[in-house]
């Protein structure tokens, strides 16, 4: 429709609808006035009749009052021209607001048809009129989404309430529609598929497919290209599926502490490690769920996810890019993390660099993506920074007296160090090998270290949520993207670690060339046991990070994040109850667990609410 040779009204009614409409309002006393202010004030009045008959339930007569009212505001082009630019703005907002109304009328209605095309003039007139409000736009597209899904074309509702859920993030109304559309489109997509493979395939080819466990014989570019998407890799796509990932996310995030305790390591060959068995878990699920067909697992395309990455490379290499930067940034944040640790101890590093990852991560992952409930995404985000402050709280030793030595010293803040884990980014928390000062003895600017570690483990969940939606990278190319990230940062960081752990007397007469050297050697002699317990807590990491990069589209990565930092409650129990770490500890520190343990599940409770 062309807005610009073309009266709103005729948008709306034909010809002669139009002659009744123009015929009523000035039979009925609303002739139309040649003052802009007294035609805005007699379409305010038939507004407001309107609604009174719509809140009665006559929708009918409701809509002849709105499109009264909209008569009273069509301006033609050179009336137009000739007003103000805050005229022009008062009058598109009224035209917006009658817009909406009749939109509304037609839902009520059940005319779905009628709801569809007036949600597109509401679109198409806030896109030409330049206006910028979210809540009205985010109407427009769930009555479009609505009316398209009760006329049976799931593609095109989903597509229309996704759009709506991201600027009207947690309307319960939105959501329930969004999951039936997308179980919908599910349907229709199996039976399009099964259309497709009796016309496509013989009976001969049908009796040569394997089993399950091998590829199907139609590859993805063997059918139309309108059905390319019927064959897509494994995604979950309503809260049915996401919440439980998000669980299995919480377990796998809060259980590596205690797996890493288990195994005894030092910081370099744990890092290693840890690293390694991410990108080799990363990689299995890459080449088995990136290539399953979720609406028939008995299939897999064995192209399908070597060619979405090729592709994502090719014409989404910024976003490529900008996800192993995320990786980068999270791993450069751990190592820092531990030397903020080493340096400060738990009770003073812990609030402030995790603190502000938490916070900081959390604010700029909603800002690019305000997609959760904000009324359980904060109030979620209060309670785990409280819970993390008591754990780190519950971690401070009463001041050691001047005759202890400097080795009890050292060894209790390594006990104390295995057992804090804020697991929201997967820090690597660990006491180097030089026993500690405390943070006493050095300048202010040791302080600048868990602020840098917080800073760059903070940034993962913003940067890859920016990979996400505006580079709009699939999410095996991003869970992948961000592994080699980690694996192009970890060398650099743990020979930069192991450098300064030498101290000036460890590094005379050392070249840094000879690091590599000495780390590998190191790292092959340690036992076989740490190994495989620093493996497994690689392991659970990596599929940490695939629930989280594949089950936040639907539940938001500002919630998965929160979700994520909550699993410090999990190494805090593991801590209490395996490994018996209150047994002898005073009952003020014992209280700060308490409350740790309180707040952790306050806001496990709040994000589990945020994803339904």
Request: proline share 3%; net charge neutral.
């Amino acid at each position: 429709m062309d807005f610009d040779n073309e009266s709103l009204l005729k948008c709306f009614c034909s010809e002669e609808e139009e002659q009744a409409v123009i015929a009523w309002n000035k039979d009925n006393e609303h002739a139309r006035s040649d003052v802009f202010e007294f035609r805005l004030e007699e379409a305010d009045k038939l507004r407001e009749e309107g609604n009174q008959l719509f809140k009665t339930g006559d929708f009918a007569t409701a809509r002849q009052r709105y499109y009264g009212a909209v008569w009273h505001l069509d301006f033609d082009i050179g009336q137009q021209w000739n007003l103000m630019d805050h005229h022009q703005l008062d009058l598109n907002t009224r035209k917006l607001k009658v817009i909406s109304n009749i939109c509304g009328a037609y839902l009520k209605e059940k005319d779905w048809v009628n709801t569809k095309k007036a949600a597109d003039i509401g679109l198409r007139h806030m896109e030409k009129a330049a206006l910028t409000d979210n809540d009205s736009k985010g109407k427009f597209l769930y009555r479009k989404g609505f009316a398209n899904l009760q006329r049976g074309f799931a593609e095109d509702a989903v597509e229309a309430l996704k759009q709506a859920d991201g600027l009207i993030p947690g309307d319960r109304q939105l959501r329930s529609a969004l999951k039936e559309a997308s179980e919908l489109q599910k349907t229709d997509r199996q039976k399009a598929k099964d259309v497709w493979k009796s016309k496509l395939l013989s009976q001969e080819e049908k009796a040569c497919q394997g089993s399950w466990t091998e590829p199907a014989l139609a590859a993805t570019s063997g059918f139309p290209a309108e059905l390319a998407g019927c064959l897509n890799m494994f995604a979950p796509e309503s809260s049915d599926v996401a919440l439980p990932m998000m669980l299995v996310m919480w377990f796998c995030f809060g259980i590596w502490p205690s797996l890493r305790k288990k195994g005894g390591s030092d910081t370099v060959n744990f890092g290693l490690t840890y690293v390694f068995a991410q990108v080799l878990i990363t990689l299995c699920i890459c080449f088995t769920f990136g290539m399953a067909n979720p609406v028939d697992a008995k299939h897999f395309d064995t192209e399908q996810f070597t060619q979405t990455l090729r592709k994502d490379i090719s014409e989404k290499s910024f976003a490529v890019l900008t996800a192993m930067i995320a990786g980068v940034s999270l791993c450069s944040g751990d190592f820092i993390m531990a030397k903020a640790i080493d340096v400060l101890g738990l009770a003073v590093a812990c609030p402030i660099g995790f603190g502000l990852a938490l916070t900081y991560g959390t604010a700029l992952t909603y800002a690019i993506e305000p997609k959760a409930d904000p009324h359980l995404l904060f109030p979620g985000l209060g309670a785990c920074l409280l819970g993390m402050l008591c754990n780190a709280a519950s971690q401070a030793e009463p001041r050691k007296s001047a005759g202890a030595s400097e080795d009890d010293v050292h060894k209790s803040k390594a006990e104390s160090s295995d057992k804090t884990s804020p697991v929201a980014v997967e820090e690597v928390k660990i006491v180097a090998s030089q026993p500690s000062q405390g943070h006493g003895g050095h300048g202010w600017y040791v302080f600048l270290l868990p602020i840098a570690g917080g800073l760059g483990c903070g940034s993962m969940s913003p940067i890859t949520t920016a990979a996400a939606t505006e580079g709009q990278l699939h999410p095996f190319s991003q869970l992948f993207s961000f592994m080699m990230g980690q694996l192009v940062a970890i060398f650099p960081l743990v020979s930069a670690f192991y450098w300064i752990a030498l101290g000036s007397e460890g590094r005379r007469g050392r070249s840094p060339w000879q690091m590599p050297c000495a780390i590998w050697k190191g790292y092959f002699k340690q036992y076989r046991k740490a190994l495989m317990w620093d493996a497994l807590a690689g392991i659970c990491v990596g599929l940490g990070y695939f629930m989280f990069m594949t089950g936040t589209p639907v539940v938001s990565k500002a919630v998965g994040w929160i979700f994520g930092s909550s699993s410090l409650l999990l190494s805090v129990v593991m801590g209490v109850l395996v490994f018996k770490e209150l047994k002898g500890k005073s009952s003020r520190q014992q209280m700060l667990c308490a409350f740790c343990v309180i707040f952790l599940v306050t806001a496990l409770a709040l994000m589990c609410a945020a994803s339904i």
